[in-house]
């Protein structure tokens, strides 16, 4: 896997794909769909600004970025649903469906390659962790949104 910094200073890395590489599908009425449902029950809620402020916030801080108009068709959209997590310092978050599909054609997690499976190595981390009197953690969300994928 290739990593570079661009001109903007942020990590670029490019998708793993698979050997035998699919053709993504054009799936813009799906994702719409899926969309227009998610909007329904966001404002059944009361939910549907805060969601919208996730995403307000994300394009201001350049992690997102507007497709201009002439760019609209032609590509695959990656569908998202809220998560709700009341009490929590991020109340409400977007998880994006890399399995959802045109019906016979290959979904995003279909033309990518899975990787190593890295829950088996959690225990270890822990022993590791448990060694010493001070542990430190961080939180990785800014720094996990800033790579940037080509």
Sequence with gaps: MKLCINAE???????????????LPENRKLAEKGLMSTKRKLMASGKLVAYGEVFDNWLNLGIIEKVP??????????????????????????????SSHVLGSPSLN????????LI??????????????????????????QISIR
């Design 120 to 145: 088996e190595i959690i225990p270890t981390i822990l022993n590791r962790f448990r060694r010493n009197y001070i542990g430190v953690t961080s939180d990785t969300e800014k720094a996990f949104l």
């Design 110 to 117: 279909d033309c990518l390659s899975t990787g190593s499976n």
């Design 9 to 23: 200073g942020r990590y670029e890395v490019a998708l793993p794909w698979v050997a035998d590489n699919f053709s």
């Design 69 to 98: 108009q002439g760019e609209i068709g032609g590509a695959h959209y990656l569908p998202h649903r809220p998560v709700i997590k009341s009490g929590s310092t991020t109340s409400i978050r977007p998880v994006f469906n890399a």
